[in-house]
């Protein structure tokens, strides 16, 4: 099968040849091309290269041209801090002012320069993958991406006591939101990676998520012109299981937080499970327990289909060896073959 | 404490429910029974202690634990001000975010602390590993509350350990990366982590007993 047949079966909850495996490495990449972060992501040629490099070394069944959570407010007009050895972070706040919340206007994908070098890059992808393989495009939700703009607590009060600027940021956010999806998948992304972090309930109460969140993804999902994953950003998300298959998602990205059996019951014949790697641990993993641990996921997620093998944030820390890299692939082809075997205990 | 056991799960529902005017009402009234330092330092204390570990457990949300903090902080502030002489005698403590921007873990354990009858200094946000030494050097800080959100700059603690390494200063941890890695914390030289506001109460309170 190629790595698109294998993706399409696992989300129609059959079972492919093998444990699809997205691996998520965002800044190996620039390792491969001998390039400080910085550079790397300058350039969408580089990161298309990369993700190529990243795709032939380590069996990866999709690219995935992620810049940075960031990327975002810096298209409206927010600060990125770069360094040497990790993701792009966020400077202060874009909008310290609260009051002009409601000034705000959404950016136009077309006019804003720094987003065009990831539509670069998902074009050069398109044009190497040869529809086999899936290229996944990047959106931070409407409702998460205020953390980045103003911070957590100045959004958290105005989620609580300020509906009338809760709105307007979310009409806001959810404008540019589906204008930045729809782009990515008319430059010839296959499905779009939703990340709701401030939706998981490690974060809200289910009733706030009920109210809001889940309100806001119904909406834009549903305006989203391709298949979308929603993507909790290492955030727990049991208690709201339920909820979020009527979101319109295909697939939900899962914390190492959650048992990975106890979650694929829970969205079984739903949504397709992406998950629960822990890529903070990997770092230090030694060959044996990438084996046991990669296994474990197999074992309790992947029959019956619906799953993809993956990291529970989105995004490979850069600290984390080749080899743990190269030894959860290797597992993935012996041990991710269907049907899949009992371990030996 | 026991003076308090009829009380504190209707304060914990107030604060739940983000009811700010019974959760005052009921500390007001606890005050015709208790000093305002044994409200904050057992009632409050006790309060957001339980709010803490239910997140811990998974069953409350990040959003509550921050909101119960501020409002206890908030009504501590009227029945303790920060100028009381009775709050808490205690070596100077600071709180930081190290190398980011992103607050809200540190405003959690700032209001906890606070609400707990404690004083510490609040550093902010964004600072390096040059800028916290020079700060703990001049201000005598002796213990260093350290929250971070990237595994890089949790890394990096291990260089600020060293260049205090002539300091008696306590760095305690907290943040994403240590909650995803048991080790991390002592990896990088810590002298403790608190994984939520209930864990960095508990240890702040170990080291004033001089147990940490």
């Given at each position: ?47 298309a290269?990369g993700?190529?490099r ?5 069996h ?6 992620f ?7 810096e ?17 202060i706040p ?27 890059s998902i ?18 939700s ?25 709105n ?7 404008e540019?939101?589906?204008d930045?999806a ?10 779009i ?24 993804a ?5 305006q ?17 299981s ?21 979650i ?18 990997m770092r ?8 046991r641990i ?10 019956s289909g ?13 600290q ?11 597992t ?11 371990k030996?205990? | ?24 009402s ?37 959003s ?25 005698n ?10 980011d ?19 510490l200094?609040?550093l ?18 002796k213990?260093l ?59 702040v309170?170990k ?6």
């Amino acid at each position: 099968m190629t790595s698109m047949e294998r993706v399409l079966t696992t989300l129609s909850h059959k079972e492919p040849d093998r444990v699809p495996l997205f691996l998520l490495a965002t800044m190996h990449g620039a390792k491969e091309l001998g390039m400080s972060i910085k550079d790397y992501f300058a350039k969408g040629e580089n990161v298309a290269e990369g993700q190529l490099r990243i795709n032939s070394k380590y069996h990866t069944d999709c690219l995935y041209p992620f810049f940075y959570a960031p990327l975002e407010t810096e298209a409206f007009g927010g600060d990125v801090i770069f360094t040497d050895d990790g993701p792009p972070n966020s400077g202060i706040p874009l909008i310290k002012d609260i009051e002009k919340i409601n000034c705000l206007q959404a950016p136009k994908v077309k006019d804003t320069k720094v987003l065009h070098k990831v539509l670069k890059s998902i074009q050069l992808l398109k044009e190497k993958a040869k529809g086999e393989t899936p290229i996944i495009g990047v959106v931070m939700s409407p409702f998460s991406l205020p953390v980045l703009q103003l911070g957590f607590e100045k959004y958290l009060d105005i989620i609580h006591f300020r509906k009338d600027m809760f709105n307007h940021l979310m009409q806001v956010n959810q404008e540019f939101c589906i204008d930045w999806a729809n782009a990515q998948l008319e430059a010839g992304a296959t499905a779009i990676c939703y990340f709701d972090p401030v939706s998981s309930s490690t974060i809200i109460p289910r009733e706030l998520y009920l109210e809001t969140g889940l309100q806001i993804a119904k909406q834009t999902i549903a305006q989203i012109k391709g298949p979308t994953a929603t993507h909790f950003a290492s955030g727990n998300c049991l208690p709201i299981s339920d909820l979020v298959s009527q979101t319109g998602t295909a697939v939900v990205g899962v914390s190492s937080n959650e048992d990975i059996g106890v979650i694929k019951n829970a969205f079984k014949d739903k949504l397709t499970v992406l998950g629960n790697l822990n890529g903070v641990e990997m770092r230090r993993w030694t060959r044996e327990e990438t084996h046991r641990i990669v296994r474990d996921i197999i074992q309790k997620a992947a029959p019956s289909g619906g799953f993809i093998l993956s990291d529970n944030h989105g995004e490979i820390p850069f600290q984390v060896p080749d080899e743990v890299l190269l030894t959860i692939s290797e597992t993935v082809q012996t041990f991710g073959v269907y049907p899949i075997t009992k371990k030996q205990q | 404490m026991d003076k308090f056991k009829f009380i504190i799960n209707d304060l914990e529902r107030a604060l739940l429910t983000m009811n700010h005017e019974k959760a005052e009402s009921i500390v007001i009234n606890a005050t015709s029974i208790s000093s305002p330092i044994e409200i904050a330092s057992e009632l409050i204390s006790q309060v957001l202690q339980k709010i803490g570990e239910a997140w811990e457990e998974g069953k409350l949300a990040l959003s509550q634990v921050y909101m119960s903090g501020v409002i206890c902080e908030e009504i501590i502030e009227k029945i303790l001000p920060p100028s009381d002489p009775n709050r808490k005698n205690q070596p100077k403590m600071a709180i930081a975010v190290f190398e980011d921007y992103h607050l809200l873990g540190k405003r959690i354990i700032y209001s906890t602390l606070r609400a707990s009858g404690f004083e510490l200094t609040d550093l902010g946000g964004g600072l390096t590993s040059e800028n916290l030494v020079g700060i703990i050097k001049k201000e005598k800080i002796k213990i260093l509350l350290l929250s971070v959100l990237m595994l890089p700059s949790a890394l990096r603690i291990k260089e600020l350990k060293s260049k205090l390494s002539d300091s008696d200063v306590k760095i305690i941890v907290g943040g994403a990366p240590f909650r995803f890695d048991n080790n991390l914390w002592k990896e990088v030289g810590a002298d403790g982590y608190g994984k939520d506001s209930s864990e960095a109460l508990e240890i702040v309170n170990k080291l004033m007993e001089g147990s940490v």
